[in-house]
C-alpha cells in the first residue's frame, strides 16, 4: 500500500468506505460490518465522514418508503450546515444538491418525477428493439471478420448510450462523442468538466431543436409536458437520465455478459431452453446489481433504523448489494432466483428507479442479439484472469475479451437508411451551396459588366463547396479503426 494511501480503520476505531483494501474487496468488507454491527453500520467516507451503511434488506426498503424521516435532500446533511465539505471533495458530483427529481421529495417530486415518468412509459418495447437492434449490429459489423473482441469497451460500454441518444431525439452524430464523454465523466478523470460541458451543449442543441419541430421522443415530452418544466428543468432531467441509465444498463450488460459467458448453470440453461435471458438477468441483478450503493438518504429527525439511534442531519448509504445478499432473505446464495424480483438494484419506493423497464430490455435485447449474430461467442481468457475495478457506489467488469468464428455481419436496414439519408441530406446542402455560390458569381459577372470599361474581365470564381457530413455509419466505423 502507498505510504498516503488511506488504511481499512480511520477515527473512532471505524472502516472506511474508500482506499485501496476497501475497494479490493467491497462484498468482505459488507460482510465484516454486518457481523460487527447488524443491518445499520458507521462508516467513513471520503475525508473521513461520517454516515451509515443500510446493510439489511428490510432497513433499506424502510429507508426508501419512508421519505418523512428519510429524505433525499442532501442540504439536510450536518456536513453542508457546518461547512465541514470542502469545495473540493469527491463526494460532491454524488451528493451536491440539484433542483431535479432526485433530490426533492413532496409535490415538487411527483411534479418533476410525474413528468419523467409520463415521458419514459410511452416508450413501446418494440421500438426500443428495433433501436437495440440497429446498433448491435453495427457493433458487431466492426468486429465480427475478427474473430475476437473486448465485450466492455466495445460493446457494453457503448450499446447503451447509443440507443439513449435516439430516446431522447438527440442527433445521430453526438452518438459516438456522447459515449467517450458520459464514461469519462463518470469516471472523474481531468477531463470529466469539459465532457459535461460537452453533453450539457449537446442536450441544450437538442432542446433548441425539438422546440422547432417536437419528435415522438423524451425531450419534446418534458417541454409539452403540463407539470411547466423550465428549460433548464428540461435539461438537467435529461443530463440525469442520459448519464444514469447509461451507467447502470453498461454494468448490467457486462455482469450478465459475464455470467452467461462463464456460469455454467446459465450457459447450460439457455442453450438448453431451460431458462430465459429475462430471468438471467433477474440473478444477475440480485448477486451483482448495477450500483452497489446509493448516496443517499438524509434523516429529518432523530429516529432508529436497524437498532442505531440517527441523528437528525445524518447521512445514510443504501446499501444495495449487501442487501441483496443479507443473509435474512437469502440464506442460501447458491438457490437460484430465477423470476424474483423484489431484489434492491432498483430502488423502491417514491424513489424507484423510472426508468428500469428500459434498462432491463436494453440489456436483455441487446445480449439476445448478439448472441444471436455471434452464436459460438466464448470467453478468450481463463475466468480467473478477469478483474474488477471498484468505487464507493459501484463495482466494474475491467475487461471482457471473447473470441467466436470470424463472419461478415450483414448491415441492419435502419443504419443503411441513415446512411443513405444522411448522405442525401449532405448532396442537398452541397447542391444548395453550389447553387449560392452560382448567384453570387453571376451577381458579381452582372456588377463588374456594368462597372467603367477600362475594367478588366472578371477572373473565374471557385465555388467553395462545404465539406459533406459524414453519414452515421462513417463516424461509427471511424470510431473504433483509429
Request: aromatic fraction near 6%; include cysteine; charge should be negative.
Amino acid at each position: 500500500m502507498a505510504a498516503d494511501a488511506p488504511g481499512p480503520i480511520g477515527p473512532g476505531g471505524l472502516r472506511r468506505l474508500y482506499g485501496p483494501e476497501a475497494e479490493a474487496d467491497p462484498a468482505g468488507l459488507y460482510e465484516k460490518l454486518r457481523a460487527e454491527y447488524g443491518e445499520v453500520a458507521p462508516v467513513l467516507l471520503h475525508g473521513d465522514h461520517r454516515a451509515w451503511l443500510i446493510l439489511g434488506h428490510g432497513a433499506n426498503i424502510t429507508a426508501m418508503r419512508t421519505p418523512s424521516l428519510f429524505s433525499r435532500d442532501s442540504r439536510l446533511w450536518t456536513a453542508f450546515r457546518t461547512g465541514e465539505l470542502p469545495m473540493d471533495s469527491p463526494l460532491l458530483p454524488v451528493i451536491a444538491w440539484q433542483p431535479i427529481c432526485v433530490f426533492a421529495d413532496g409535490d415538487e417530486h411527483r411534479r418533476l418525477r410525474g413528468a419523467v415518468l409520463d415521458g419514459l412509459n410511452r416508450f413501446d418495447r418494440r421500438g426500443i428493439r428495433r433501436h437495440v437492434r440497429r446498433f448491435t449490429t453495427d457493433l458487431v459489423q466492426v468486429v465480427g471478420p475478427t474473430g475476437r473482441a473486448e465485450l466492455i469497451t466495445q460493446f457494453a460500454e457503448r450499446l447503451p448510450m447509443l440507443v439513449m441518444t435516439k430516446l431522447l431525439g438527440m442527433p445521430d452524430e453526438y452518438g459516438p462523442r456522447l459515449v467517450d464523454a458520459a464514461r469519462d465523466l463518470m469516471k472523474g478523470t481531468e477531463t470529466a468538466i469539459a465532457s459535461n460541458e460537452y453533453v450539457v451543449a449537446g442536450l441544450r442543441r437538442t432542446i433548441a431543436l425539438k422546440r422547432e419541430a417536437p419528435g415522438d421522443d423524451l425531450t419534446s415530452r418534458l417541454l409539452a409536458h403540463p407539470a411547466g418544466l423550465t428549460e433548464d428543468e428540461v435539461m438537467e432531467h435529461l443530463r440525469v437520465v442520459l448519464l444514469a441509465a447509461n451507467e447502470t444498463t453498461v454494468n448490467l450488460i457486462a455482469d450478465s455478459l459475464k455470467m452467461v459467458l462463464t456460469d455454467p448453470r446459465f450457459r447450460a440453461h439457455l442453450s438448453g431452453g431451460q431458462m430465459t435471458l429475462g430471468e438471467a438477468l433477474d440473478q444477475v441483478l440480485w448477486d451483482s446489481p448495477p450500483m452497489s450503493l446509493v448516496a443517499g438518504r438524509w434523516a429529518t429527525a432523530d429516529t432508529e433504523l436497524g437498532g442505531q439511534r440517527i441523528r437528525a442531519g445524518d447521512l445514510l448509504l443504501l446499501g444495495l448489494a449487501a442487501g441483496n445478499v443479507d443473509p435474512v432473505v437469502r440464506p442460501d446464495l447458491a438457490a437460484p432466483l430465477y423470476g424474483n424480483r423484489s431484489h434492491l438494484s432498483f430502488g423502491a419506493g417514491p424513489h424507484e428507479c423510472p426508468g428500469q423497464d428500459i434498462g432491463r430490455h436494453v440489456a436483455e435485447a441487446g445480449i439476445d442479439i448478439l448472441l444471436t449474430l455471434l452464436p459460438d461467442v466464448r470467453l478468450a481468457v481463463p475466468e480467473e484472469e478477469l478483474t474488477w475495478s471498484a468505487a464507493w457506489i459501484s463495482r466494474h467488469l475491467t475487461a471482457l475479451p471473447v473470441e467466436f468464428t470470424p463472419r461478415d455481419i450483414e448491415p441492419d436496414p435502419v443504419s443503411v437508411a441513415e446512411a443513405e439519408r444522411a448522405a442525401a441530406v449532405a448532396a442537398q446542402a452541397a447542391a444548395e451551396a453550389e447553387r449560392a455560390v452560382d448567384t453570387e458569381r453571376a451577381g458579381r459577372i452582372g456588377a463588374a459588366s456594368a462597372g467603367a470599361g477600362s475594367a478588366g474581365p472578371a477572373g473565374p470564381v471557385t465555388p467553395t463547396v462545404p465539406a459533406q457530413r459524414r453519414s452515421w455509419w462513417d463516424v461509427l466505423i471511424g470510431v473504433f479503426r483509429r
